[in-house]
């Protein structure tokens, strides 16, 4: 896992991530949301799916379980 100078700041904050997501922000609004097909609401939207496939590949993570460690502490 990389290692920040400002161990404070937020990691979503990055330029990079930022200059990912900037041109994907007019296209997010005219997706249609996910469906459930069964009786439980899904918890997770497209864009939370999409962002957090952006932040994997630019944090370089070893695995999703290694992901989701990082995203619990950060919050």
């Known amino acids: 896992m990389p290692k920040h100078f400002y161990p404070n700041s937020r990691r979503f904050d ?15 609004m005219t997706v249609s949301p996910f469906k459930s097909r069964g009786n439980k609401p899904l918890e ?16 370089e993570h070893t695995s999703g379980r290694h992901l989701l460690q990082i995203l619990q502490e950060d919050a």
């Open 14 to 28: 990055t330029p990079s991530f930022a200059e990912l997501l900037k041109p994907l922000q007019a296209i997010l």
């Open 44 to 59: 997770v939207t497209f864009e939370h799916m999409l962002k957090s496939l952006i932040f994997f590949h630019l944090e």
